[in-house]
């Protein structure tokens, strides 16, 4: 049998997504609301650590915290105060746990009416996104500018998941396929 240890009470109807740290410890999670709130949760206190308001024009459907898996190669820890949102209202959004506000915005994809995954790369140096227009779109973290669009969908790019132990990516569509995104290799010569 089991049953609740602890509850929690989103300040809207209903909560939309939500992510925790897995790969390390922490008493974090962060869960995004149908009011267009987000909030840092701490489970051991059993309370809201930060609440963020009006985070997008509408309600965030994905929220993402950074893998700091034995794989990852992150020489700024830092960064392991971040998480990304994003809302079917055409922007991703950097968020940083010990600022009030926002503190990066991605808007180099399509994005109006369906949900569409985000992932940080293992090394943090990159932010994936899918996409409405069919791309799986790559930003650069630190600069938020778009690194490359992959094409190869025909239908919505709707989750994208990071290898944490090798330089790949996944794609999954409504066309019913996922893709598998890797280093090209040059053949020996």
């Given amino acids: ?10 300040p809207a109807q209903h909560i939309t997504c939500l992510d925790c740290p897995n790969s390390f410890y922490s008493h974090l999670l962060v869960y995004a609301a149908s ?23 509408r309600p965030a459907l994905s ?3 950074p893998f700091g898996g034995a794989a990852a190669e992150v020489s700024d820890t830092s960064l392991f105060n971040t998480f990304l949102t994003s809302a079917p209202d055409g922007a991703v959004r950097l968020w940083d746990l010990r ?8 808007t180099g994809h399509a ?3 369906a949900r569409v995954g985000v992932a940080f790369s293992p ?7 899918g996409s409405e227009d069919r791309c799986v779109v790559l930003y650069e973290l630190a600069s938020g500018a778009v690194a490359a669009k992959l094409h190869a969908h025909t239908d919505v790019v709707s989750d994208v998941a990071f290898n944490p132990a090798g330089p ?4 999954a569509s409504f066309d019913g396929r996922v893709r598998f995104w890797g280093a090209v290799r040059e053949p020996p010569s």
Avoid: E, I
């Fill in 99 to 106: 600022q009030a506000a926002s503190v990066r915005t991605f």
């Fill in 111 to 113: 994005n109006r009416t």
């Fill in 63 to 65: 929220v993402v915290m």
């Fill in 168 to 171: 790949q990516l996944a794609s």
């Fill in 35 to 57: 009011n267009r709130t987000v909030v840092v949760y701490d489970a051991a206190a059993n309370a809201a650590a930060r609440t963020y308001t009006d985070v997008h024009a």
């Fill in 1 to 10: 049998r089991h049953r609740a240890a602890q509850v929690a009470t989103a």
């Fill in 123 to 129: 090394c943090m140096r990159y932010v994936a996104c």
